[in-house]
């Protein structure tokens, strides 16, 4: 079983940046990708960032393209989401997520098969 566990998110105003964490302590082997997806009040998880591990390649939500940056620590086993120009729309819970690489549409929740908790990130205006 492969444990997800998200950190960093918190209170930020717009303009700011936060970086967020997630390890899977678990997870063997590099035929992973990871991802990130965020779900505000009343509204449906939606797709923010994602890796495939072994490749380093990376995937964004339009949304957040140009101002969010996804990256891997092979030896920390650890995946950061490196948020800056931050919006109030930008706010929500963010979940991390783990799969095998290449099963599924990366875009998708169905593609993972690991859930970290959650962490709430907040832009005030």
């Known amino acids: 079983q492969v444990q997800v566990v998200e950190s960093g998110g918190g209170l930020v105003q717009a303009g700011g940046s936060l970086r967020l964490s997630c390890v899977a302590p678990g997870r063997t082997g590099s035929n992973y990708k990871m991802g990130w997806f965020r779900q505000a009040p009343g509204k449906e998880r939606v797709f923010v960032a994602a890796i495939e591990w072994s490749a380093g390649t990376t995937y964004f939500g339009d949304s957040v393209k140009g101002r969010f940056t996804i990256s891997r620590d092979n030896v920390k086993n650890t995946m950061y989401l490196q948020m800056d120009g931050l919006k109030p729309e930008d706010t929500a819970v963010y979940y991390c997520?783990?799969?095998?690489?290449?099963?599924?549409?990366?875009?998708?929740?169905?593609?993972?098969?690991?859930w970290g908790q959650g962490t709430q990130v907040t832009v005030s205006s």
């Open positions: 997520a783990a799969g095998l690489s290449y099963s599924g549409n990366i875009y998708y929740t169905a593609a993972y098969d690991y």
